[in-house]
């Protein structure tokens, strides 16, 4: 499996231990929340390796986060011997990544519901993915191929917030994962809004390609994904 767009780096300049200075290491957990969203449960070990530190480094800022409530770890076994230990982010921790205006959008929703009732509400989703699908259009442009497609896709997506990046399965197979969501309490609120989003992106990747949600942040999934090839012939 290679993974390509994968363009969010946070490795570090040099080996990172605790205890430098207060900003460095606020900088170095800072560092791990970001790849704990990204990338779901690690070891430790494996955290240490991608952001350039030693492993009892990469520890001590783990178990300074959990003090801070913002990861927690299980313990998961893996074959023979003793179960290995992994850390992912608490729901305190995800919420150190934005949801755009959630109280507000929620207002406004839920205004929009009182006040022009529930067709209202759909002609304004209906509108919001039009001008979406023009600024998409204009962006991905047509033709190419798809991996080109979905790298510009991914890329205006990462723009808006959602950390969004492709992995290449096989050939001519993707996955387009989206690690957050900037507007998760709205479109747990609004189905509405991820139904629209999905139609998007069908529409800006062209007619020949099929696109469907694998994984999503509202029921429960650590990313949204969405699995991604060329349809086929006749089909």
Not at 2 to 17: L, R, T, V
């Amino acid at each position: 499996m290679s993974q390509g767009n994968d363009s969010q780096s946070d490795a570090s300049p040099g080996k990172g231990s605790p205890g430098k200075d207060g900003q460095g290491d606020e900088r170095s957990r800072e560092r791990m929340l970001f790849h704990l969203k990204t990338r779901g449960a690690q070891m430790a070990a494996a955290i240490a390796a991608r952001l350039d530190m030693t492993p009892a480094g990469a520890r001590q800022h783990l178990l300074k986060l959990e003090t801070d409530g913002l990861v927690t770890s299980h313990d998961r076994q893996e074959g023979r011997g003793r179960p290995k230990k992994y850390w992912e982010l608490s729901p305190r921790g995800h919420d150190r990544f934005p949801d755009r205006h959630s109280d507000l959008t929620l207002d406004l929703l839920h205004s929009i519901r009182d006040l022009f009732g529930e067709p209202g509400l759909q002609r304004l989703i209906a509108h919001r993915e039009q001008a979406s699908l023009s600024a998409y259009r204009t962006h991905i442009g047509e033709g190419g191929s798809l991996r080109r497609r979905l790298a510009a896709l991914a890329e205006i997506r990462s723009r808006e917030g959602y950390m969004a990046g492709i992995i290449e399965e096989e050939p001519g197979r993707f996955l387009l994962v989206e690690n957050h969501c900037p507007i998760c309490a709205a479109a747990t609120a609004c189905q509405g809004l991820c139904r629209s989003e999905l139609a998007i992106f069908r529409a800006v990747l062209g007619t020949d390609v099929h696109v469907e949600r694998v994984e999503h942040i509202p029921a429960g999934a650590r990313r949204c994904a969405y699995r991604v090839r060329l349809a086929e012939r006749g089909a």
